[in-house]
């Protein structure tokens, strides 16, 4: 079936410590992938998208996202949180006829 | 500047009344979506129009409906008949050139009492 995975509902990382998100997808071919942030009671904003070339990507606020073919992943990473990085954060894939999120993973950061 | 949006911000309603929420694109997107958000939860899709004048259910219709009148709007009725109907709903369109990411409004909260 076609899907898109988030391991992790909730991770909690210190401020200045790195990040890495899992988004893991189930697609017969490459999807279209995305990674989007939503802060408490507003919309989602896109932070990357890849969909062809250099497998990794860059994005707005520092964050950056590789794309791995081998393990259909497509991981959010950030070498440096800050604490207004505490969101959810949403992967997603465009799977041909539909447009699949994943579920979430929330992330806090402490002081 | 190009965008979503969608009023009101804050809805509420007495249990057994119908409500619309508004959603408009000046973006000249053909595609537009209506998701569903709970506490904790991911999304999930209500309805989907591809073109005006036609929409498709998603994963959770039971209790919404849609119209699409014109390419800018794409209100979602949220009827008597949704069982629970609070919750955070989010409208989105979809750009029409690879790779076809998604545009997401504010969001409107709807509680219902």
């Known amino acids: 079936a076609q899907s898109v995975t988030q391991p992790d509902i909730h991770i909690t990382v210190s401020e200045g410590a790195s990040l890495e998100l899992r988004c893991n997808y189930s697609?017969?071919?490459?999807?279209?992938l995305f990674w989007y942030v939503q802060s408490p009671g507003q919309g989602l904003q896109l932070l990357l998208k890849?969909?062809?070339?250099?497998?990794l990507v860059q994005g707005i606020k520092g964050f950056e996202a590789e794309f791995k073919r081998s393990q259909s992943s497509f991981n959010l990473r950030k070498p440096s949180v800050h604490w207004s990085d505490a969101a959810e954060y949403f992967c997603?894939?465009?799977?041909?006829?539909?447009?699949?999120f994943g579920p979430g993973t929330r992330l806090s950061v402490l002081p | 500047d190009g965008g979503i949006t969608q009023s009101p911000k804050y809805l509420f309603r007495k249990e057994g009344q119908n409500v619309t929420l508004s959603c408009e694109q000046n973006?000249?997107?053909?595609?537009m979506y209506w998701y569903r958000q709970d506490p904790g939860q991911g999304l999930r899709l209500i309805y989907y129009?591809?073109?005006?004048?036609?929409?498709q259910k998603g994963d959770i219709a039971e209790g919404y409906s849609v119209s699409r009148e014109k390419k800018e709007s794409f209100p979602l009725t949220v009827t008597s008949a949704q069982k629970n109907p609070t919750a955070f709903y989010l409208c989105?369109?979809?750009?029409?050139?690879?790779?076809?990411?998604?545009?997401f409004g504010p969001g409107t909260r709807l509680t219902v009492t």
């Open positions: 989105a369109s979809r750009g029409d050139r690879s790779p076809y990411e998604q545009y």
């Open positions: 697609y017969g071919a490459t999807p279209y």
């Open positions: 890849y969909f062809s070339g250099d497998t």
């Open positions: 997603a894939a465009d799977l041909g006829q539909n447009f699949v």
């Open positions: 973006l000249n997107h053909d595609a």
């Open positions: 129009s591809q073109i005006v004048n036609d929409f």
